[in-house]
């Protein structure tokens, strides 16, 4: 394997021209790591663009890559009488089964080695707060009015009412990364992370967002031989 540019994502123009595009999963340098609550409104909820990952140190069989997660956004509103909140980060997609709190998770496409046997383990960095909130217990309930209008307001108090809403029922606080996946692309190989940047106690209500995800990926075996030629199938 060649050693990563520090410079760069771990990803070749082609795969974020090709593969990337039809994931959606933007990779693109943004400034600022601020805050900020917006009233709910379908043109205010585009979303934005991701910062790029950055390596901070390779090895001969892994290295360690930090995901700055960027601008959270919170749009509020009241549905069915409860006061919910609806979190958005760049690049990330709504998180979580119908019914419990939607916290958004981001996947990033890393590449390992043909041949390897990747491990990907995550940490989170500083948090911050993002205040006392209900989550929504459906994607895109606060922002898409087709959304409110297809859910039942008796179907959110349910939602509100169950295990994964109360002190007690939730569980542990889950790890930073939610799993991995490997796949492959125009003859590279990549190990999907999806990552955890967003937890909600709900002893406390309260929301934080990490200001960023240090992965570290290794492998147990040498890299193997390459394709022949053409696109490698995902693994």
């Keep these: 394997m060649s050693r990563p540019d520090r410079r760069t994502p771990l990803l070749s123009e082609p795969a974020r021209s090709g593969f990337l595009a039809a994931a959606s999963l933007l990779l693109l340098l943004t400034p600022g790591s601020g805050v900020r609550a917006q009233i709910p409104s379908e043109s205010s909820a585009t979303p934005l663009p991701a910062p790029a990952p950055i390596v901070e140190s390779v090895t001969p069989t892994g290295y360690r890559v930090r995901v700055p997660i960027g601008d959270a956004q919170t749009f509020r509103a009241r549905v069915a009488g409860y006061d919910l909140t609806e979190i958005r980060i760049p690049g990330g997609v709504d998180g979580g089964a119908w019914g419990q709190p939607s916290l ?6 890393l590449r390992i080695p043909w041949g390897s046997i990747p491990v990907a383990r995550g940490a989170w960095s500083t948090f911050r707060s993002l205040g006392s909130l209900e989550p929504v217990p459906v994607p895109h309930l606060v922002t898409e009015a087709k959304v409110r209008d297809r859910v039942a307001p008796e179907a959110v108090a ?4 169950g295990a994964p809403y ?4 939730g569980g542990g606080e889950a790890a930073a990364i939610a799993g991995t996946a490997l796949m492959a692309a125009r003859g590279e190989r990549y190990l999907a992370v999806t990552l955890r940047p967003v937890t909600w106690d709900p002893a406390t209500r309260e929301a934080r967002v990490a200001e960023a995800i240090v992965v570290d990926v290794s492998w147990a075996a040498p890299a193997g031989a390459r394709p022949s030629g053409g696109a490698a199938t995902a693994a």
């Design 104 to 109: 958004p998770t981001r996947t990033v496409l």
């Design 158 to 161: 349910a939602a509100m009412q």
């Design 166 to 169: 109360r002190a007690l029922g």
